[in-house]
């Protein structure tokens, strides 16, 4: 992308910015292929009584009668204005939905984050540790496993076994969000974070794992150990130091993901996230909240993914000099 | 691109041993369990597709919600059809979708991707937008948005997965193809008067497929486990039809009654997905032996 100047930062902004523009083209052909156009979705079986002259009226109410393209600039220049639509159903205005919602998913990705880290870093350090031998196996085959049970079938498991068998069930009184009630909050998210947190620490573990395999054998490594550094120094402040820059951008990658990966757990879960927001609008065929749910994920997306890129830089100089 | 991408190096699998090289997968232990996972998974969705055994949408209300017993192995469901035979036409819908979706993907990924790596210039930036702005989106929202906005059937989810999964296998086939162009035996074909165009086909394609393979082989366990999620989120494989994902679902709000509901669909799903990850991880030692794959 040589028009965004040479400096790869530059350049990865200007990425970003042409992304951007092509992620809110396709989101808004998304909702022109809907079927049944909005008039249908707003009137239902209603829509086939209408007179031409009743659906001409709504035509030009909805905007619809208008070119695609002015139709396309109508609607960007209203999101960018923080126009994201109302919905039909609750009358509430996206915005305020997902003013609402977003919180709620990103103590989610946080606390699932954690957790993932928690698991997949001492994980990738133990396998790192005897390459090849019965410890790396056996976290490898773990992580496999991880990887290969989808979260909405360990979350459907967990929660039927707790509900059914001990009969703890946080959520029976409706979700309390982190202000409301934090003790309550935390115990009704517990479960969502940890299966999340599962499922994102394989690769977590597997980038731990090959960064410390790789860091290992750097010269400075051998130069640290040559010069009497042994033990936990050397495994703390010269391996692991440098091994986590890798295992940071996996986790920004991961972060992103789980801002709208999430949505199968929060709705097993009952939520009340970003995911379900787009799960609920589906279900009740409120296109406009799906479009622009679907959009603020999407470019939430590309920052933190571009944030990831450009943290990366900043901590790691090698990255700068190439 | 991403780093990631531009990290893949030039694979080494000579053509001529490649059949060696395809031996030796399968003696690896993950790729040998990974067969025999796949032999299994594959031999009972045959079983549905042939119509032996039990008939998966025959309902016997006498018989709801039965637990497993000599007549029905893994109990009945809440219309008393057998679960056995309905895990097992569910096996055959997850495989159908993820053929249906790999292939597609893979043909569309592949040909976008060598493309664009070898002829460079506009063609490269288009095809980079287009990747780029597929990637914006989380791959089961997409696919969601995709599956739930077409007309619900499993062609329409194995498409919308397609569309997900379009962008990985361009990356993927691009990234190789970058380096390969200035291979000699590359540059040799061109020079002898071979068209550029049957040079990509007949020097460059061939040399990327063992890391082709093994994205294939993975992306079809990413493509099962969509599907389910589709399914159990009420967007998939439309009932009456059989479907892992919606027979989690039903077990799940079921949990309460008939417990046991849920175990023949979860580990049918799991052995699908970890035969082929494993079958996967074989081949990439034998194929992709830098293991730049990620």
């Known amino acids: 992308m040589g028009a965004f100047g040479r400096h790869p930062v530059a350049r990865r902004f200007g990425e970003a910015a042409v992304t951007l523009v092509g992620v809110s083209i396709l989101t808004f052909v998304l909702l022109r292929v809907v079927p049944g156009d909005q008039i249908t979705a707003a009137y239902g079986t209603a829509a086939g009584d209408l007179s031409p002259e009743q659906l001409q009226a709504l035509e030009a109410y909805y905007g619809v009668n208008e070119p695609l393209l002015s139709q396309y600039l109508g609607w960007l220049g209203g999101v960018l204005t923080g126009n994201l639509g109302v919905s039909a159903t609750s009358h509430l205005s996206v915005l305020s939905m997902t003013a609402q919602s977003l919180p709620n998913t990103v103590e989610l990705a946080v606390l699932a984050i954690m957790i993932g880290l928690a698991l997949g870093i001492p994980g990738g350090m133990l396998a790192a540790s005897r390459p090849g031998r019965a410890r790396d196996q056996i976290s490898q085959v773990t992580s ?25 069930y946080p959520n029976g009184e409706g979700y309390r969000t982190l202000s409301e009630d934090p003790g309550l909050n935390l115990q009704q998210m517990l479960l969502p974070a940890l299966v999340l947190g599962i499922s994102i620490a394989p690769p977590i573990l597997q980038t731990t794992r090959a960064a410390i395999l790789t860091v290992r054998s750097e010269d400075y490594v051998r130069t640290a150990r040559a010069k009497g550094v042994s033990g936990r120094r050397l495994q703390v402040r010269h391996i692991l130091r440098n091994a986590l820059i890798p295992v940071v951008t996996m986790s920004g990658l991961q972060f992103g993901f789980l801002l709208g990966g999430a949505l199968v757990v929060e709705q097993i879960f009952a939520i009340p996230g970003i995911g379900r927001q787009v799960l609920l609008g589906l279900e009740q065929k409120e296109y406009a909240v799906v479009q622009s749910t679907v959009l603020v994920i999407a470019v939430m997306f590309v920052l933190v993914n571009l944030l990831t890129d450009v943290l990366y830089r900043l901590v790691d100089p090698r990255v700068r000099v190439q | 691109m991403s780093a990631a991408a531009d990290m893949h190096g030039v694979p080494e699998v000579p053509t001529t041993r490649a059949a060696g090289r395809w031996a030796k997968a399968f003696r690896t232990p993950s790729g040998i369990v990974g067969l025999v996972l796949m032999a299994l998974v594959t031999v009972l969705a045959l079983l549905a597709a042939v119509g032996v055994g039990q008939d998966p949408a025959a309902q016997d209300v006498q018989a709801a919600l039965q637990g497993p017993s000599g007549s ?16 097992c036409a569910g096996l055959a819908n997850s495989l159908r979708v993820a053929l249906v979706s790999v292939t597609v993907a893979a043909i569309g990924g592949v040909l976008l991707g060598i493309l664009a790596g070898y002829y460079q210039g506009v063609l490269d930036r288009v095809v980079g937008v287009i990747t780029n702005v597929l990637f914006a989106f989380p791959s089961l929202l997409l696919a969601l948005a995709l ?8 062609l329409t989810v194995a498409i919308a997965i397609a569309v997900v999964y379009l962008p990985i296998f361009a990356r993927v086939a691009r990234g190789p193809v970058l380096t390969l162009r200035h291979a000699e035996y590359v540059l040799a074909a061109t020079a002898v008067g071979r068209s550029r165009l049957s040079t990509l086909f007949e020097h460059v394609l061939p040399n990327i497929l063992g890391i082709l393979v093994v994205q294939v082989t993975l992306s079809l366990s990413w493509a099962i486990l969509t599907e389910a999620a589709l399914s159990f989120l009420g967007f998939g494989t439309p009932p009456p039809a059989a479907s892992l994902g919606g027979m989690v679902y039903a077990a799940q709000t079921l949990s309460s009654v008939a417990p046991w509901m849920l175990f023949a669909p979860g580990v049918a799903l799991i052995l699908a997905v970890v035969g082929l990850n494993l079958l996967g991880d074989g081949l990439r030692a034998a194929l992709d032996p830098r293991g730049t794959n990620q």
Do not use: C, E, Y
Not at chain 2, 147 to 154: E, I, P
């Open chain 2, 72 to 87: 029905h192995w893994f109990g009945t469901d809440q219309f008393g059809r057998d679960i056995f035979a309905r895990v």
């Open chain 1, 144 to 168: 496999l496993v991880a990887l290969s049970v989808p979260s909405f079938l360990l979350a459907a498991v967990v929660s039927s076994w707790l509900v059914n068998t001990v009969g703890w």
């Open chain 2, 147 to 154: 599956a739930a906005t077409l007309h619900r059937s499993w």
